[in-house]
């Protein structure tokens, strides 16, 4: 039977880049045709699309792992690899996205917002990429991008209009099961609710006349909260994140058995643990509900919004149509507030930036997508395409940044797998070749990817 999951984790991996073609044209009566290699296609990012048909991350408890399709290789001709097709993983409204450090990188609030969870390698360059005045016949090509690849973890927070709130075995989940079609387990002991149940009430009466139609508006079931709650105690700090977005919230307390806990200590010890976990939720719109009053054989006190049985259904009536009110009052502001915001919010990776550390043996690490895309060439043994990285290197300013952060004269240096033997120059990188040569080249070649 599937399960209510909120939180779970995801493994996204962008596709691989293809990688450009090496390749010259040859065809009977073309002398000397050319260099014709085609590139390599894009791998395919990962992207996670809030959809409101999806109610929980059940299908990531098991499946974490997402992947992008790997981008095709170029071939010869100047043909172009296909590119990688993108991986759209659904989750529910709601879904918050956190690095592993408990950072919030995103908040999926809304149906068809997306992200990029995981960005696919660009394809690279085919040797006709690389023709050139100075260079008639390149011999190499630029190898495809590694996709990214990060874990993160996912938290759903349920975009519910009513919340219910209230201490265990208080009648929440009869309530529920009273005003819309949700079906939760019900039993005369505390904590029958381990996970949140959500029910559509539809309205009529007096919220209905304010709309002409019926309203309807999402109700969810919370497990009992206890004193401490919002410490770690019980279950109510796991499913306290749920209140957070609730627009209006019902304080349910109970009659039954008033000389145990009277009801104006239980609305205390409630509205405390919500301030102490988020101190906005106490000025929500809410409406402070007796339950359970066919068990108080007493006089019903003074002081409630309303007071209900879930079982002879009174008071519902009223309840539903005060909530739908409210309900409608709050969609009013909000949509006041977000007037301006009401198109697809696509959340796109920061640009790519160069960053040079120094490493535990004394070496530096260049770390960043364009510098290792600058090196990222399928011979470097040959002196074109060695020139062909120290220009780009020269281009980044790699030279400048590993002056600045401290390199010395015969350092050694690591840009993704290539390494070599660094030397300042004032002009950047400058390559030099040629056995002999008593002019010392600012980069020297130590080890090839």
Not at 78 to 107: Q, Y
Not at 363 to 374: D, F, L
Request: hydrophobic content about 40%.
């Amino acid at each position: 039977m599937a399960t209510f999951v909120d939180e779970a984790q995801l493994h996204a991996k962008g596709g691989d880049g293809g990688a450009g073609a090496v390749s010259f044209r040859r065809e009977a009566h073309v002398d000397k045709g050319g260099p014709d290699g085609g590139d390599g296609g894009r791998g395919g990012a990962v992207w996670l699309v809030a959809d409101r048909s999806q109610a929980s991350l059940l299908s990531f408890r098991d499946h974490p792992f997402r992947r992008g399709d790997n981008g095709s290789h170029g071939s010869s001709k100047r043909k172009h690899g296909a590119s990688g097709s993108d991986l759209i993983v659904k989750v529910p409204e709601g879904t918050v996205v956190r690095s592993l450090e408990g950072e919030i990188i995103c908040d999926l609030t809304s149906h068809g917002h997306r992200w990029m969870a995981a960005r696919g390698g660009q394809g690279g360059n085919g040797n006709a990429k690389f023709l050139s005045n100075s260079r008639r016949a390149p011999a190499f090509a630029e190898q495809g991008e590694t996709g990214e690849e990060t874990w993160f973890d996912l938290e759903l927070k349920l975009l519910a209009d009513v919340a219910l709130v209230g201490l265990p075995n208080v009648g929440k989940s009869t309530l529920i099961a009273s005003i819309s079609a949700a079906k939760p387990k019900i039993a005369d002991y505390p904590f029958t609710t381990l996970v949140p149940n959500l029910g559509v009430v539809r309205a009529g009466g007096a919220a209905a006349r304010r709309r002409d139609d019926a309203v309807e508006f999402v109700v969810a079931d919370i497990p009992g909260l206890i004193e401490g709650a919002s410490e770690g105690k019980g279950l109510g700090y796991q499913f306290l994140r749920h209140i957070e977005r609730a627009r209006v919230l019902v304080v349910l307390v109970d009659l039954a058995h008033p000389e145990q806990l009277p009801w104006q200590d239980q609305e205390a010890t409630l509205l405390s643990e919500l301030e102490h976990y988020q101190p906005d939720l106490i000025d929500r719109p809410r409406i402070l509900v007796g339950s359970r009053a066919d068990l108080n054989l007493e006089q019903v006190p003074e002081g409630l919004d309303l007071v209900i049985s879930s079982v002879t259904r009174e008071g519902l009536d009223a309840l539903v149509s005060r909530l739908a009110i409210k309900v409608v009052e709050a969609r009013e502001i909000v949509a006041v507030e977000r007037a301006d915001s009401d198109v697809e919010v696509i959340h796109q990776p920061l640009p790519d930036e160069v960053s040079v550390d120094r490493a535990l043996d004394g070496s530096w690490i260049v770390s960043g997508r364009p510098a290792e895309r600058a090196v990222a060439l399928s011979d470097l043994t040959g002196d074109d395409a060695l020139a062909e990285a120290v220009r780009r290197l020269d281009r980044l300013g790699i030279d400048r940044m590993l002056r600045r952060a401290g390199a010395k004269d015969g350092d050694e240096v690591q840009i993704g797998k290539f390494g070599f033997t660094w030397y300042s120059s004032s002009s950047g990188f400058n390559y030099e070749s040629g056995a002999g040569d008593d002019r010392r080249p600012s980069a020297q070649r130590r080890s090839n990817p």
